[in-house]
């Protein structure tokens, strides 16, 4: 019977290889095998690089950071930043517990404020404020844009996150859009932009549709869409065991 372990093989050390395929993964500190490579500043991380040597990968991943990752936004990438009416935004909590959600709104309503700033509109929702509360905690986001009609490509954007009242950015740009529902805004410092690429991406059709930016209206909402309504959950004997 096939061993459900991988068997890479590269250039990492056998201790190396073994914290990194073992389960449960050990909450351990890991020496980065490329940190003594004679460059300066090398992207990725830790994980990265231990998985490239292991895989054998390194000079493909190399090539990739050389032709490919960027550190600020370039021409090309505010162009296509411009013209994208959503996104997909990953978010972690101190502990490294883990958000992505979806952010949508008229082309453009992501906005680079200049090459190394963009910033996209928080609006009224369910109250939970999910990812804004793990940027509170860890200001690592991760946003992806792709392109699923023209072009078929997709671009990363990783940087540290900050959460700014609507009045605070506006005071510095005051040609951002206004919307019903509008609180705040997610400015997103940039520390990497590369491509995703087409390979994998369907090719979509858009179709007209009236969209409530913004709304409150539960049914235009989904309202109870899974029916978990009602379903019990572990918390609310606590919750009801503590106010009792």
Not at 31 to 53: F, I, N, R, W, Y
Not at 119 to 144: D, Q, T
Not at 157 to 175: C, F, K, L, M, T
Request: charged letters at 25%; glycine letters at 8%.
């Amino acid at each position: 019977m096939p061993s459900a372990t991988p068997n890479p093989t590269g250039t990492a050390e056998a201790h190396l290889l073994d914290l990194e395929l073992a389960e449960p993964r050990p909450v351990l500190p890991v020496a980065d095998p490329l940190a003594d490579a004679d460059e300066d500043g090398l992207p990725g991380s830790t994980g990265e690089h231990l998985l490239q040597c292991a895989y054998g990968s390194r000079d493909r991943a190399k090539k990739f950071y050389d032709d490919q990752l960027l550190d600020h936004l370039n021409q090309a990438m505010i162009e296509f930043v411009g013209r994208m009416d959503m996104a997909f935004v990953a978010t972690a909590d101190a502990d490294g517990e883990c958000d992505s959600s979806f952010r949508a709104g008229p082309p453009g309503f992501l906005r680079v404020l200049d090459d190394r700033h963009v910033a996209y509109p928080e609006y009224r929702g369910n109250g939970v404020h999910a990812s804004l509360g793990n940027v509170s905690e860890n200001p690592h986001m991760a946003i992806l844009m792709v392109d699923f009609y023209r072009d078929l490509i997709g671009l990363h954007i990783n940087g540290r996150a900050s959460v700014v009242e609507d009045a605070a950015v506006r005071a510095g740009h005051p040609d951002l859009p206004t919307a019903r529902h509008l609180e705040r805004w997610v400015v997103v410092e940039v520390e990497e932009a590369y491509i995703h690429c087409r390979k994998h991406i369907p090719h979509l059709r858009p179709v007209d549709r009236s969209r409530d930016w913004g709304t409150d209206d539960v049914k235009r909402k989904g309202g109870d869409y899974f029916g978990a309504k009602g379903t019990p959950r572990p918390w609310h004997d606590v919750v009801q065991t503590s106010g009792a």
